[in-house]
C-alpha cells in the first residue's frame, strides 16, 4: 500500500474524535446529542428557532475546553510536520482538535464551531464563547452572526482546493466518516478515478466501504498512529 506515494489527502469525520470523548453524528438513535440532524443542521431550523440553535452550538463549543486530542489526531499532526510532500487533512468535524495537536495543513470542510459568520455580509470571526442570537458583526455593523457550521444544503468550504489536492494525490485515507454525507462521501471516487491508492480506516465499514482498495477496521487511536509509522518508515 505504501511505496512510492508523494501526495496525501487525509478525509476525517467524526469517528477521529469520538475517543476525546465528543459524540459522533449519527449515534445508535440516530440522533446528534439528542437532536435530529434537520432540527440544528439546516438553514430552515435556524429561521424556525434561533434560540435552540446558537444554544445547541453553544454547548458544542464550551464542550470542547473539556476534551483533548488523542493520539489519532496526533498522529496525523506527526504526520503533517514530517512528511515533505504534498498534504492535506480534509475534516468534516466542527471541533478544534486537528489543530489543538499541531496540525496546519489543514480544511474544516464544513466549519468551525470557535467561528461566527455574518449572514448579511459573509464575514467569519474567532468566536471562542457563546453566541447570543442577534450578535452584531464588526464588518457590516449588522445583527447577523450565526454559527459558522456548514448547514446541510450548503456549500462546504474550499472544495476547488479540496478537489485540486484529491486530483494531485497519490494516496486518500479516509478516517471515521459513515460516508453518508455528500460531497466528503464522493471524495474516494474522484481518487480512485486519478489512480491514487484508497484506504479507509473506521471502527465499521462505512456506506461507501466497497470503493475503497483496502479497509482496515478499529479505533482511530490505534490505527492511525500504526498508519503514520508505516508512512514515515
Ligand atoms: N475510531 C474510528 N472510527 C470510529 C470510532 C473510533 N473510535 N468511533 C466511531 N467511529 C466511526 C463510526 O463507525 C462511524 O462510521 O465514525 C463514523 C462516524 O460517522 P458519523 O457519526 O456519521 O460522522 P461523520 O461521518 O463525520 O458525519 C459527516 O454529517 O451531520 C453531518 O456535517 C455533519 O460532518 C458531519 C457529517
Given at each position: 500500500m505504501i511505496g512510492d506515494i508523494r501526495n496525501i489527502v487525509i478525509l476525517t469525520g467524526a469517528g477521529v474524535s469520538a475517543e476525546s470523548g465528543l459524540a459522533t453524528f449519527r449515534g445508535p438513535d440516530g440522533l446528534w446529542e439528542g437532536h435530529r440532524v434537520e432540527d440544528v443542521c439546516t438553514s430552515e431550523a435556524l429561521a424556525r428557532d434561533v434560540e435552540l440553535v446558537h444554544r445547541f452550538y453553544d454547548e458544542r463549543r464550551a464542550k470542547l475546553i473539556e476534551v483533548t486530542p488523542n493520539a489519532a489526531h496526533e498522529a496525523l499532526a506527526a504526520l503533517d510536520r514530517a512528511w515533505g510532500g504534498e498534504l492535506l487533512i480534509v475534516t468534516q468535524?466542527?471541533?478544534d482538535l486537528h489543530e489543538r495537536a499541531g496540525?496546519?495543513?489543514?480544511?474544516h470542510m464544513h466549519g468551525e464551531l470557535k467561528s461566527a459568520l455574518c449572514a448579511a455580509c459573509g464575514k467569519a470571526v474567532a468566536w471562542p464563547g457563546p453566541l447570543p442570537p442577534a450578535s452584531v458583526c464588526d464588518?457590516?455593523?449588522?445583527?447577523s452572526l450565526r454559527p459558522d457550521i456548514v448547514f446541510f444544503g450548503e456549500m462546504p468550504y474550499e472544495m476547488e482546493r479540496i478537489d485540486a489536492a484529491l486530483r494531485d494525490a497519490d494516496l486518500f485515507v479516509s478516517i471515521?466518516?459513515?460516508?453518508?454525507?455528500y460531497p466528503a462521501a464522493g471524495f474516494v471516487q474522484t481518487a480512485r478515478h486519478v489512480g491514487a491508492r484508497t484506504l479507509e480506516l473506521n471502527l465499521d465499514p462505512s456506506?461507501?466501504?466497497?470503493?475503497?482498495e483496502e479497509s482496515r477496521m478499529g479505533p482511530a487511536s490505534k490505527l492511525v498512529p500504526d498508519l503514520v509509522q508505516e508512512l514515515l518508515g
Open positions: 468535524n466542527v471541533d496540525a496546519k495543513r489543514l480544511i464588518g457590516c455593523s449588522r445583527p471515521g466518516t459513515s460516508g453518508a454525507v456506506a461507501g466501504s466497497f470503493y475503497f
